[in-house]
């Protein structure tokens, strides 16, 4: 007879899932019981999501990542694309934080028009740094969203391998708070348990 290695309970024969072991973790034998348990947790992870928190932590995230990047670059003078991908981790695992710790296509949205935002607002201030350096143009700091949007896109024109650094954080957005799997199967030639 079987033994769940997830509670110590014995299993009937025909009765055992296998749970997938993560990397170099072996596969474990559980029972029906844990199986159920941990389809129960995943399951809760999309449920109750607190969303007012997940924006403001979002928006939050977004603002002081994007203020990070700037600075960064000022200091340096050096803008590194890569940037971009930190910048979308951090804003994704602050909308998971705000929305209770929850995942799911309600905090994978608002995860990547948080990092949307972020990736905006840090790029324009960096333009605007170097229009002001560079070019001696006194641009105030709170500007018409279209023109925003304008020096936005001509960058982009110049540097466009800053878009897939942009797309890269994007895809974070939805990777990191997508809904967990349940890792558990059936082995090969189990059918149901009778009951």
Known sequence: MLTCEQCGNS?????????????DDPDRTICQLCATAIENEIEADTRDINVLGAVFFG??????SALLWYA??????????????????????????????????V?????????????????????????IRDLGYNLPLFMNLKLVFTLLVEYAKEDPILLV????????????????????????GISEPQT
Do not use: C
Not at 59 to 64: E, N
Not at 123 to 131: K, M, T
Not at 169 to 188: H, M, S, Y
């Open 11 to 23: 299993i009937v024969e025909g009765g055992e899932f296998v749970l997938k072991g993560k990397k």
């Open 59 to 64: 928006i939050a995230a977004a603002v002081i």
């Open 72 to 105: 960064v670059v000022v200091i340096t003078d050096y803008q590194l694309g890569i940037a971009a991908i930190v910048v979308g981790w951090i804003v994704a695992q602050a909308v998971m934080y705000g929305a209770g710790k929850k995942r799911g296509p």
């Open 107 to 131: 905090v994978q949205l608002i995860s990547v028009v948080a990092i949307i935002f972020a990736m905006a607002l840090g790029q324009y201030l960096i333009i605007r740094h170097f229009i």
């Open 165 to 188: 650094f942009w797309l890269i954080a994007a895809i974070e957005g939805i990777v990191l708070p997508a809904k967990r799997k349940l890792n558990v199967t059936r082995p090969t």
